[in-house]
């Protein structure tokens, strides 16, 4: 029966790394990396696509836009009072309030958009993660069967792992 | 900066985290203390009316709007530092950008309690929020003061966000090295985050788009602040450069304050191989900067008031350079476009007593500067019949010695438990770890 | 529900035991216009009633609601003052509801302290000490003395006296023209002081006579005064003002001849003797001999030509006048008689026929001789009838020193004041709007008061108590008269329809025969006795304040707030001196000097100027009081102790400078405008030439008002910087007095104020004035800014400020270029009874709050929403907003601008129309029309502004 | 594209002399601008004529300047990637020299442009007269060429030293070499850095100066505080968008090759930052002026926002400086496309002409005839005749790229 175990191994450079990446890339096998800095090269190793939060970003200014001209607006339209000369409705100092909604749903969605897809808060402890990773170890985890441990092991040495540990 | 680790970048932040001493509680103590003064004194205020204060008729406004813009514009420097220097890539933002963005929050918080603390009515406060009620009352949205109100809470919001999030993988790793109670903080403060490179990919885009949209808004922000005046036609305030003039202000009194608070925590917190006298030079510049834009603005508005032909507008800054308010112009003048020109000394720039004077010659140089744009030109408007002196009480400088304690009671609570430094990114800017030969290109 | 049930329902009267003497009169009173009914709640009555706050006897309407005097207002019927009201009248409401009135009936005990006791016991132990008296025949140590009556209570107090067999009441007033009594007395050989008129004369002299302020009858005289300097193109009338201060009056003249104080009797003589060289006169020629102008002129430095040309101008006169002030003496006071006569002004402008009630007041020998008895010790009994003698007689009549000899000093008045402390009783009494009454200001006219309202403290009327003594004394009643009511009843020997019209109007009249002018007596004129002016001597001169007249208006905050028309300092008097001469000696503002004459000394903060002669200074009277309840009490000083027997004549003094320093509180710190052309003036010539024209940019589309948009106009010709409008809003829109110490910080609530500008465009002397209240623009600053709408513009071109929404901010005080907001710094408190004052139409703001004119806009709604129930517009004239009803001299005019055909909107497009701040667009709804110099009088220009 | 290859691409460049520098299309364009100005002289458009000239030289001078004050910003915040582009922007400095002269018809002709010339007015009489105002433009243009011309001078001056090190000087460049090589780069770059400090300083306060004088002063009634940094703010961002058009012709040259797409990105960001500071100091200067209401100020705003034709020009200037480049460059692929960047650069370029012409024309000649349009063009395309030539002049001077900086290592394959 083939039990499956988390193995991670830690690597202190870079372009060791990505070597790895690039090697359980090129065999098509899942697996979970961890940097304690973002790094373009391994983002590039992995060639995961844009993210989506800019999306969030865009809708989220559009929405406050429009919605900040409408409040300015369809309050001023409700109380219809001229004040100092200036009429009910004018759009030139609404400007502002488009503008600072803009910015503020602008900036919550993105707050939003980041929560929903990095999928935070998520306090489950993952299996494979390593307090060094977020110190200065370069960390990938991947589920393997227990009989591929030791090959798995070999092969992360061979690209100079500094820990190699399964659970 | 030059052969530190990862490992000794993080270690060393957070060994600034370590239990403190007593002497650190009777500090924070102490300001809680003034803090609690400021605010007996403004319930005093609330319960016997305004008419305690100092200010009076014609000059509505005195010393806590003054705080206000002051505070404002302390704020702006931290996300000068965390928003605009990052899209412009500046690599010297990294060590300071993290304490810049607390006492960016705080400072916001602090202003924000000003414009409360000087209604006549504060108990309705709420009133100026757009919020929906039966009666259909809303606020009036061509004043400046609700687009202050909106571009304040907005501010508040989205700095205060951007810090959280600037935050979570600094926590992360606090928890790491954390025990007991501490741990379950900062674990639930930390948001489960892991590092996973995915994790990394939208958190990269996110902190880009929020320094995007944090870029236009503290210009904004400062911008509406400048309207609260220009938009009158009080002569002195009615003016098209204020907005400008503003940012570039608070720009100034920012950084200038962020190199007073810095030079001193830096020593205590023992990270002088992070925030090294070259990021100090690097905010000297800027500062050098600001401070001929502050004096391009001063110069101009006084040309501009004798080319008008306008004689309240020259009336009154006449009278700002010659009258009952002449030591604080000048100052004004004198602290923020004079002093700082000796930043174009190399050595001065680089000492970290010159840099302490001057920064802290521009911050009451600043704060002057709000007080004699609000009160000088309040006190002589058109009608010599309505003209009328002010000078504060004890009651707004109680609450100003106040609010000063609520600052810094935060920012010495933030100093001891949240990473002051961003740990994240000074890793960033070391040289990428690597076999064959290191670089710091990323 | 009858008026005196729901007075006790709202609470309002805490004291409200009322005496049993008079519930049955309580129901007769008879309201102005609205017939008798029961009390409306939210409906106001108004009733007719009298001015008694100086002698001139103003006919008043007094504004109740539910059942509370809220505002008086003239009475537009009232030959006198045709609805005018000056300062002193629009605060009479503050004498009703002064907290510091007496409840009850002090007694002074053995100890010498006053204790309370009920006023009808009191008022029996004093009926049984008069009887005692009485039956031991020693009524004739019972004497009165009281202040100005005359009518009813004049003779109720006489045929008291008379029918108890005591002395004839002595009539005491501190402000008496018996100077002019027994100069008529000697010139005419009638023993009165005329009835003077300005109605269209057009040549008027003062000598001293600060006719806009307290001389005789000054709501009249402004009305008449502004009436006939109305700026007509190449109007003829000219006002030449000789006297030793600018004063109030002094400000508006043509002309002002600067004669040292004491100088005015060589320059009436030498008048008299130009004017004889002109138009000759044996007799005045005789009186007036060795007194040519030329000869006079230096011992009063001024030139022989003022004289001259002044003399000229009076003869070349057709309604021409000259009056003499209350400094000159009896010789003085001949000569300008004399002068009146050969100019041919008795009958036109002064009228022999109608003797004023000044004419009245006992002469001082009068008040003297009783004096010397109460020295002697032949008096038992002094009955003081709402007068205080002890703050205005100088210390030589010893009326101090008198009452101390009396046994027994019975007081009548409604509060104490320094003559209650040497008295053994006080009774106190209402004040005129609370009881019956009646006045005769002059022979044609008997002015009716009614009580208005329930007696604010419970306490009865003086003709009630002497009745009640009467009675006591007697065990009849007087006149069979069971109250006073029934004897002012009796006396005006009316029908009852007729009684009932007389109350509704709050007066009656009759006609008067104009009579032959009286030939002039030559055999009384003695050749005048005249000393020479002094070089070095410093002459010292005191004249009644207009704020306070002889010191009983101290109490009233309203009138203490009001900005001093010729210093703005307000609260406060100080010695006016000279700049030159306190230049010479080192005196500045503020100092504090000490002012010695033969009689005593006294220490006074000086006010520097140019508005006073040189060798002389001028302290206003009425101030210094050392026991007038909270308001009255220590506000300012007295120059009591500097004089000796004539309060008002000239002294010589000498000055000390202190060196000690104090604060003359003054909500403005400058009196200079900067050209920057507020308060503007122009040459007659130049009316309408030179007109700045400011564009009509705009950069949003015009305001468009519906059916109204409610204007005013404000001629600052016409203005005569009295104050009446500040005090008329302060009572109208329930705002708060703050005291000196709160205006020293810029905390004063005046909704309207009046500016007070140094002239910078003609050189030399003299106050400009410019109202300033909310100017209602068009494109006002104040509202935009507001963030929650607390300030808008109303469709009727109203900015409206609505207290309930404002939080606070004060923004839209900063943005007001004319500074007309007012914030509440405090809550500000209305000790009881004042809150009954409150107008109920107008809300109480409270602390945090902005506030500002509205142009009274409960007035606008009230008459918008009559109009409109009658289907009609509402009608030019209808609304006026406070400042505008009372304003004596009618500078401000309100109405709807929408409307061509209105009267503001004819003087909006008068030539001399601007708007102070025009070039900042804020198309204020109120217009000012400039200030007029005649040509010929005009000082010499200095810069255009 | 490593070291070596570009420093013979530069020395070939340079040393080629091309003396072909009056193109028929030049000759053609210079040939209008003539005959345009003398046609609207003879028929007596003497005003309109100025106007046009007016509005063009406030445009072209800021459009030069701006380009060499972006050169002197990027050497400041030491912008590697900048340095491809740096001299480019600096070859807008031949048309600086130029200036000089062409300010000479606006003195012969200032009568017809500034109405207080003739109608002083008299509390600004003491600033706003002939005499003074002339001198103050000439010293401020000559003062701004000079330090230009020193600081472009003394960056070319490096580069030769560098790419002739070692090598024999052709003949046009040794005297400027004379006693001059690679070792005193170093000293002269922190010159430079000074220099450049001067040179900022004194185009804020110079085109501060030049704005009220030449542009506020035509209607001289009128006052704004940011008036003078809205100009000059203006102007640099002409100068990015000119800055942007040059490049793009070198994409294909020799020099061009290390221009890359990061470039056209980073100053697309630029441009676009630029349109907003822009924008957002129209927005100061007219939300401050709408808000207050002052016949004083909105008679200006009333006068170019309220009247035809003026009103329509106005939200094709707004369309084209602000809203259309705001909207298109928040696009990444659209900035790193040369071409694309070029046309809207001249979109750019045409919007803040117009605006120039909305600015100067209504004081002018009046606020409702609409200029001459003929005469506008011709002036115009001859303006754009002497810029064209006198930059053509330059390129084929200079070596067009910055080959002495220490910072263009980066953009240099083979060199991190």
Not at chain 4, 9 to 22: G, M, P, Q, V
Not at chain 4, 108 to 130: C, D, R, S, T
Request: glycine residues 6%; hydrophobic residues 45%; aromatic residues 12%.
């Amino acid at each position: 029966m083939n039990t499956k175990k988390i193995i991670s191994a830690s690597f202190l450079y870079v372009d060791d790394f990505v070597n790895v990446i690039k090697h359980f890339k090129s065999e098509k096998r899942k697996f979970v990396t961890y940097s304690p800095v973002p790094n373009h090269e391994i983002e590039e190793a992995l060639g995961a696509k844009k993210s989506k939060v800019g999306l969030f970003t865009l809708a989220g200014g559009i929405i406050g836009l429009i919605s900040g001209f409408s409040l300015a607006g369809f309050t001023a339209a409700e109380w219809n009072l001229v004040l100092g000369g200036k009429p009910p409705v004018t759009l030139i100092p609404f400007v502002v309030i488009g503008f600072e909604f803009t910015i503020l749903f602008g900036a919550l969605a993105t707050l939003l958009g980041l929560i929903i897809n990095a999928k935070l808060p998520s306090y489950k402890k993952l299996k494979g993660y390593k307090p060094e990773f977020t110190v200065d170890h370069f960390g990938i985890s991947l589920e393997a069967d227990e009989t591929e441990v030791a090959s798995l092991t070999d092969s992360f040495n061979t690209f100079g792992a500094k820990e190699v540990t399964y659970e | 900066m030059e052969g530190l680790t990862y490992k000794q970048v993080n270690d060393s932040v957070i060994n600034t985290l370590a239990p403190p001493r007593k002497f650190y509680f009777a500090i924070v103590g102490f300001f809680a203390l003034l803090f609690a003064m400021g605010m007996s004194v403004w319930f005093y205020m609330i319960v016997n009316g305004l008419g305690v204060a100092g200010i009076r008729h014609p000059v509505m406004w005195g010393v806590f709007i003054t705080n206000f813009v002051f505070w404002v514009g302390i704020a702006h420097s931290g996300t000068l530092i965390s928003a605009i220097l990052y899209l412009f890539r500046a690599e010297w933002r990294m060590s300071i950008y993290r304490s810049a963005e607390a006492m960016t929050v705080f400072a916001v918080a602090t202003a924000g309690m000003y414009p409360l603390i000087h209604l006549g009515r504060v108990w309705v406060a709420y009133w100026t929020l757009p919020i929906p009620n039966e009666m259909l009352l809303w606020p009036n949205f061509k004043s400046p003061l609700i687009m202050d109100v909106i571009a304040i809470s907005t501010y508040l919001t989205v700095s205060a966000s951007f810090f959280l999030i600037g935050l979570i993988p600094d926590i992360a790793a606090v928890r790491e090295k954390a025990t007991g109670i501490r741990k379950k903080i900062y674990t639930i403060l930390s948001f489960g985050w892991h590092g996973t490179n995915e994790q990394w990919r939208h958190y990269g885009r996110a902190y880009l788009f929020f320094a995007a949209l944090a870029t236009p808004l503290v210009i904004s922000v400062h911008s509406v602040v400048s309207w609260d005046f220009a938009l009158s036609i009080v002569p002195g305030w009615h003016s098209t450069i204020f907005a400008p003039y503003f940012v570039a202000g608070a720009i100034h009194s920012g950084l200038a304050l962020v190199i007073t608070l810095l030079i001193p925590l830096r020593k205590i917190f023992k990270v002088e191989n992070i925030i090294t006298i070259k990021n100090f030079e690097s905010m000297a510049k800027v500062i050098l900067l600001t401070g001929l834009i502050v004096g391009y603005a001063y110069a101009i508005e006084y040309f501009l008031a004798w080319y008008s032909g306008n004689p309240y507008e020259l009336a009154i800054f006449k009278w700002r350079a010659s009258g009952d308010y002449a030591p604080a112009f000048w100052t004004m003048v004198i602290c923020n476009s004079i002093v700082p020109l000796l930043f174009f000394f190399k050595k001065i720039r680089t000492s970290i007593v010159g840099l302490l004077v001057v920064s802290i010659l521009i911050n009451v140089g600043m704060w002057f500067e709000r007080y004699v744009i609000i009160i000088t030109s309040l006190a002589h408007e058109f009608l010599p019949a309505a003209w009328g002196n002010y000078s504060p009480t004890w009651v707004e400088i109680g609450i100003s010695f106040g609010s000063w304690g609520f600052f810094l009671m935060l920012f010495f609570l933030f100093a001891k438990f949240l990473p002051s430094i961003s740990i994240t990114e000074v890793k960033e800017i070391l040289p990428t770890p690597k076999r064959k030969g290191g670089s710091n290109e990323h | 529900m009858d008026r005196k049930t729901f007075l006790q329902i709202l609470g309002l009267t805490g004291a409200g035991i009322v005496s049993g003497c008079k519930t049955d009169t309580q129901r007769l009173i008879i309201p102005y216009v609205i017939p008798p009914q029961e009390i409306v709640p939210g409906i106001a009555n108004w009733y007719a009633s009298s001015c008694r706050e100086c002698p001139a006897g103003c006919g008043l309407l007094v504004r109740c609601r539910e059942g509370r005097a809220v505002k008086v207002e003239g009475n537009p019927e009232h030959p006198i003052n045709q609805g005018k009201l000056c300062a002193r009248g629009q605060a009479t409401l503050q004498e009703l509801y002064n907290p510091d009135r007496l409840i009850t009936a002090q007694m002074r005990n053995a100890e010498g302290n006053f204790v309370s006791l009920e006023t009808e016991i009191a008022i029996k132990q004093i009926g049984n000490h008069v009887k005692s008296l009485v039956s031991q025949k020693a009524a004739k140590e019972i004497a009165m003395i009281t202040s100005l009556n005359s009518g009813s209570l004049a003779n109720c107090a006489d045929e008291f006296m008379n029918s108890i067999g005591g002395e004839k009441p002595v009539i005491y007033e501190a402000v008496n023209y018996s100077a002019i009594k027994s100069a008529c007395n000697k010139v005419f050989g009638k023993n009165i002081v005329p009835k003077m008129s300005l109605q269209d004369a057009d040549m008027i002299l003062s000598i001293g006579a600060d006719f806009l302020e307290t001389y005789v009858s000054p709501v009249e005289f402004a009305r008449q005064f502004a009436d006939n300097s109305d700026a007509k193109e190449g109007r003829k009338s000219v006002f030449i003002y000789a006297g030793a201060t600018l004063s109030m009056t002094g400000n508006v003249a043509d002309k002002w001849i600067q004669i040292p104080a004491g100088g005015e009797k060589l320059f009436a003589l030498s008048l008299l003797n130009e004017i004889c060289k002109l138009n000759p006169n044996p007799i005045a020629k005789n009186f007036s001999e060795g007194f040519s102008a030329d000869s006079v002129a230096g011992k009063i430095f001024i030139s022989p030509n003022d004289i001259k040309q002044t003399a000229k101008l009076l003869v070349k006169a057709k309604r021409p006048i000259v009056m003499g002030g209350l400094m000159c003496d009896e010789e003085t006071q001949i000569a300008i008689m004399l002068i009146n006569s050969i100019i041919g002004a008795i009958s036109k402008t002064v009228f022999l026929n109608n003797p004023l009630s000044y004419s009245n007041i006992s002469t001082d020998e009068e008040v003297e001789a009783l004096i010397k008895k109460c020295l002697e010790g032949t008096i038992d009994t002094l009955f003081i009838l709402q007068t205080n003698p002890i703050f205005t007689m100088p210390k030589h009549f010893r009326f101090d020193e008198a009452l101390k000899k009396i046994r027994m000093v019975v007081a009548f008045t409604p509060m104490l004041n320094e003559t209650t402390e040497y008295s053994n009783y006080v009774i106190p009494t209402n004040t005129p709007l609370e009881d019956w009454d009646e006045y005769q200001p002059d022979a044609s006219i008997r002015n009716y008061q009614q009580p208005v309202m329930e007696s604010v403290f419970g306490v009865s009327s003086t003709g009630d108590y002497l009745l009640e003594i009467f009675k006591s004394v007697t065990g009849k009643t007087l006149n069979n008269s069971a109250t006073y009511y029934d004897f002012i009843r009796a006396n005006s020997k009316s029908s009852d329809v007729e009684w009932k019209q007389i109350l509704g109007k709050g007066f009656s009249s009759k006609n008067i025969s104009v009579s032959e002018t009286p030939k002039i007596l030559a055999a009384n004129l003695l050749k005048p006795k005249i000393q020479a002016m002094n070089f070095d001597a410093i002459y010292f001169i005191t004249t009644p304040s207009y704020k306070y007249y002889d010191g009983r208006g101290a109490n009233k905050p309203w009138i203490s707030e009001i900005p001093d028309a010729s210093s703005s300092i307000v609260w406060e008097n100080y010695v006016s001196l000279n700049s030159k001469y306190a230049e010479l000696h080192g005196i500045k503002n503020h100092d504090i000097v000490e002012l010695t004459t033969s009689e005593g000394s006294i220490e006074i903060p000086a006010k520097v100027s140019t508005d006073i002669e040189y060798h002389s200074v001028a302290i206003a009277f009425g101030f210094g009081h050392t026991k007038f309840g909270r308001y009255g009490t220590n506000v300012g000083f007295s120059p009591l102790p500097l004089l000796s027997k004539n309060l008002w004549s000239a002294s010589t003094i000498k000055i000390k400078n202190t060196g000690k320093w104090t604060r003359l509180i003054s909500p403005s710190d400058t009196d200079l405008q900067y050209q920057r052309g507020i308060s503007q003036a122009v040459l007659l010539s130049e009316i309408g030439k030179d007109k700045k024209h400011h564009e009509d940019l705009n950069m949003y589309p015009k305001v468009q008002h519906e059916t109204y948009r409610w204007g005013m106009t404000v001629d600052l010709d016409k203005c005569i910087g009295c104050g009446a409008c500040i005090a008329a809003c302060y009572a109208e829109n329930n705002i708060p007095t703050v005291g000196k110490e709160l205006i020293s910080k810029g905390r004063e609530m005046q909704w309207l104020r009046i500016e007070r500008y140094r002239e910078d465009e003609f050189a030399d002397y003299g106050n400009r004035y410019i109202p300033m209240m909310c100017q209602h623009c068009e494109n006002a600053p104040c509202e935009p800014v507001c963030p929650v709408y607390a300030a808008y513009h109303s469709k009727d071109g109203l900015n409206v400020q609505v207290y309930n929404r404002c939080i606070g901010t004060r923004y839209c005080s900063n943005n007001c270029p004319y500074k007309v907001r007012r914030f509440n710094w405090f809550s500000y408190e209305h000790p009881h009874p004042t809150h009954l004052q409150l107008n109920p139409d107008v809300t109480v703001r409270d602390k945090g709050v902005m506030e500002k004119c509205t142009f009274c806009v409960q007035r606008i709604v009230e008459a918008r929403d009559k109009a409109k129930d009658e289907g009609r517009l509402v009608r030019d004239g209808e609304i006026k907003p406070a400042c505008v009803q009372t304003c004596p001299t009618n500078a401000l005019v309100f109405g709807n601008l929408l409307d061509e055909e209105s009267l503001v909107s004819k003087l909006k497009n008068n030539p001399r129309a601007y708007r102070p701040i025009e070039e900042y667009n804020t198309r204020s709804a109120i217009t000012y029309l400039q200030k007029v110099v005649k040509d010929d009088y005009a000082p010499k220009k200095k810069n255009k502004v | 594209m490593n070291r070596e290859q570009l420093r013979q691409a530069l020395a070939t460049s340079i040393e080629a002399n091309d003396k072909s520098l009056f193109k028929p299309y030049l000759i053609a364009l210079l040939a209008v601008g003539v005959v345009g100005f003398l046609v609207g002289m003879l028929a007596g458009e003497t005003q309109q004529v100025m106007q046009a000239y007016l509005i063009n030289f406030v445009f072209w001078i800021g459009i030069a300047q701006g380009a060499v004050i972006l050169s002197v910003v990027l050497r400041l915040t030491n912008a590697k990637w900048g340095r491809p582009i740096m001299r480019i922007a600096e070859s807008a400095s031949a048309f600086l020299p130029v200036t000089i002269l062409l300010f000479i018809i606006i003195m012969l002709g200032g009568e017809k442009l500034f109405i207080w010339i003739n109608e002083p007015v008299a509390h600004k009489a003491a600033y706003l007269n002939a005499p003074f105002m002339y001198s103050r433009v000439l010293v401020s243009l000559v003062l701004m060429t000079v330090l230009s011309l020193i600081y472009v001078g003394n960056s070319i001056r490096n580069d030769l030293a560098a790419i002739y090190h070692g090598k024999i000087v052709p003949e046009h460049f040794r005297k400027l070499l004379t006693n001059y090589d690679v070792s005193r780069i170093e000293k002269s770059n922190d010159k430079q850095t000074t220099l450049s400090v001067i040179l900022a300083i004194c185009y804020a306060v110079c085109y501060s100066v030049l704005a009220i004088d030449l542009i506020m002063s035509l209607d001289p009634h009128w006052v704004s505080t940011l008036f003078g940094a809205y100009y000059f703010i203006g102007c640099f961002y002409t100068g990015i968008a000119f800055t942007i058009i040059m490049a793009s012709f070198f994409i294909g040259r020799p020099e061009g090759e290390i221009i890359g797409s990061k470039q056209f990105h980073d100053l697309g960001k630029l441009l676009f930052g630029f349109a907003i500071v822009n924008g957002d100091f129209f927005y100061s200067q007219f939300l401050v002026i709408w808000y207050g209401n002052l016949p004083e100020e909105t008679h200006y705003i009333i006068e170019r926002t309220q009247h035809e034709p003026w009103a329509t020009m106005a939200y094709v200037v707004l369309l084209l400086s602000f809203i259309a480049p705001f909207i298109i460059l928040i696009n990444k692929k659209i900035k790193m496309n040369p071409v694309a960047m070029r046309w809207i650069s001249i979109g750019i370029l045409l919007g803040l002409w117009l605006e120039r012409t909305l600015l100067i024309a209504p004081s002018v000649s009046g606020n409702t005839s609409f200029p001459n349009v003929w005469i506008q063009i011709t002036i115009t395309l001859g303006f754009l005749g002497i810029i064209i030539t006198s930059i053509k002049y330059f390129w084929s001077k200079y070596p067009m790229v910055v080959y002495g900086d220490p910072l263009l290592k980066h953009s240099l394959e083979g060199e991190k």
